[in-house]
Antibody
């Protein structure tokens, strides 16, 4: 069974940092492109960024609102995707989903999500 | 403000056919394929349609997608109560160099 499980969410003050993790199983993680997508409370979906597989160059791309503050990384030996979030703002409050990126806006499957709340 | 535009709500009665629209531009829908997601209350999104009109394994053929120019549509025929969910469209945007989503359409089964 293909499974993605996020962890690491929580409450953090503006300007603070948080690191999210996503444990993958049931598929060839090292060959997969992986993305983070977030959803603010009661709002729509927003792509955060993605990392390609090392065989495809390992390129990492970010959405404009998080570029320079967030860092995506992958550990293929542990089948783990990470999202390091620095200089957090209140508008970063959202459920963060880990998902396999099939390219061109197609994502499947999705993890259950982890809630990040940025508030003083 | 989402890059792709969807109506905020839609509704239908059991057995009816409902369509949800998604409007974009030349940099996204017109030049790239469209994908649709279903998000049941309190759960993660699920890929419903990819590459404009392809259904992943396990998705009933009651769900279908189409695209024309800068717009796309999701059609649900034989509406069922379990179809009550939020639906999102998505496409790659060549100008933004990333995927963009619609704001979502909340479907109510009356």
């Amino acid at each position: 069974e293909v499974l993605l499980v996020e962890s690491g969410g929580g409450l953090v003050k503006p300007g603070g940092s948080l690191r999210l993790s996503c444990a993958a199983s049931g598929f060839s993680f090292s060959y997969a492109w992986m993305s983070w997508v977030r959803q603010a409370p009661g709002k729509g979906l927003e792509w955060v960024g993605r990392v390609k597989s090392k065989t495809d160059g390992g390129t990492i791309d970010y959405a404009a609102p998080v570029k320079g503050r967030f860092t995506i990384s992958r550990d293929d030996s542990r089948n783990t995707l990470s999202l390091q979030m620095n200089s957090l703002k209140t508008e970063d409050t959202a459920v963060y989903y880990c998902t396999q990126d099939l390219n061109y806006g197609a994502f499947d499957p999705w993890g259950q999500g982890t809630l990040v709340t940025v508030s003083s | 403000q989402s890059v792709l535009t969807q109506p905020p709500s839609a509704s239908g009665t059991p057995g009816q056919r409902v369509t949800i629209s998604c409007s974009g531009s030349s940099s996204n829908i017109e030049s790239n394929s469209v994908n649709w997601y279903q998000q049941l209350p309190g759960t993660a999104p699920k890929l419903l349609i990819y590459s404009n009109n392809q259904r992943p394994s396990g998705v009933p053929d009651r769900f279908s997608g189409s695209k024309s120019g800068t717009s796309a549509s999701l059609a649900i025929s034989g509406l069922q109560s379990e179809d009550e969910a939020e639906y999102f469209c998505a496409a790659w945007d060549d100008s933004l160099n990333g995927p963009v989503f619609g704001g979502g359409t909340k479907l109510t089964v009356l």
